[in-house]
């Protein structure tokens, strides 16, 4: 697989202007890898994920590989996840002016290592599923990841509601340097206390992707609709340094007993 550039110290230059938020709160970065499947079914109706018989068809797909990679040695847990809804935020497009995310369906893999994530992608069943998906029509984001950053490790052990924001940007340190920013005022006003930003090790549309979970809809929604410093400050930081955020929420799938 090729590999990107390894992220440096984010560059003064890349910070947005100090506000009255500051920066996030952050702790060392996980030394895990990570793989983030996401698969695209077709079935938004703007801003709403609904449910569909090739949705289902789907997650029973991505549930039965991941039980297969959770009996591998490299794999510490493996999740499942269906899309709500896309929250306000995101523009409608990528940063390339291209289709926006519609990744309504997503499967991320914790590995004990960067360089165990890329070998997952490349020879297991992960990579079975990734060709089988696109085959069948489905618009794909695969890759294996580092932890850029973290505020805390989230937390899969507790229904919640769980937000993967797919970043496009001139490049993977000015968004951190962004990101950073404007967690700070995710912290302060919906009450965030975990986040993991992936880094991908090869070249994908996008330069990070950011996952975090609160406990309930209601505890960030509210900020991002009726707020005036969400658009003000924090959309503004992503605007003035050329960073798309293209968020989605998203609810974990249990395991049948």
């Not at 967690?183 to 990070?208: C, I, K």
Request: a positive charge; proline letters at 8%; aromatic letters at 8%.
């Amino acid at each position: 697989m090729t590999s990107r550039p390894t992220t440096s110290d984010s560059p003064a230059e890349a910070a947005p202007r100090p506000g009255r938020w500051a920066r996030a709160t952050l702790v060392a970065p996980s030394s895990h890898g990570f793989v983030l499947l996401a698969a695209d079914t077709g079935t938004w109706r703007l801003p709403l994920a609904l449910p569909s018989r090739r949705r289902r068809a789907l997650v029973d797909q991505l549930r039965t590989t991941a039980r297969v990679l959770r009996r591998d040695d490299r794999v510490r847990r493996a999740d499942v996840f269906t899309a709500l809804v896309r929250p306000p935020g995101g523009p409608g497009r990528s940063r390339a002016g291209g289709s926006p995310a519609r990744y309504d369906v997503v499967m991320l893999v914790e590995t004990t290592s960067p360089v165990e994530a890329e070998h997952l992608t490349d020879g297991s069943a992960m990579a079975v599923l990734t060709r089988l998906l696109r085959s069948q029509g489905h618009g794909v984001l695969s890759f294996a990841g580092s932890n850029a950053r973290r505020i805390a490790p989230v937390d899969h052990e507790r229904p919640g509601v769980f937000l993967f924001n797919y970043f496009s940007a001139p490049d993977v340190a000015t968004n951190l340097a962004v990101w950073e920013h404007t967690a700070g005022w995710f912290e302060r006003e919906t009450g965030l206390d975990n986040s993991t930003v992936l880094e991908p090790l090869t070249d994908v549309p996008y330069a990070v992707v950011n996952h975090c979970r609160w406990d309930r809809v209601r505890d960030v929604m509210p900020s991002l609709v009726l707020k005036p410093s969400f658009r003000g400050f924090v959309l503004r930081a992503f605007a003035d340094r050329d960073v798309v955020p293209e968020p989605l929420l998203y609810r974990q799938v249990g395991e049948e007993r």
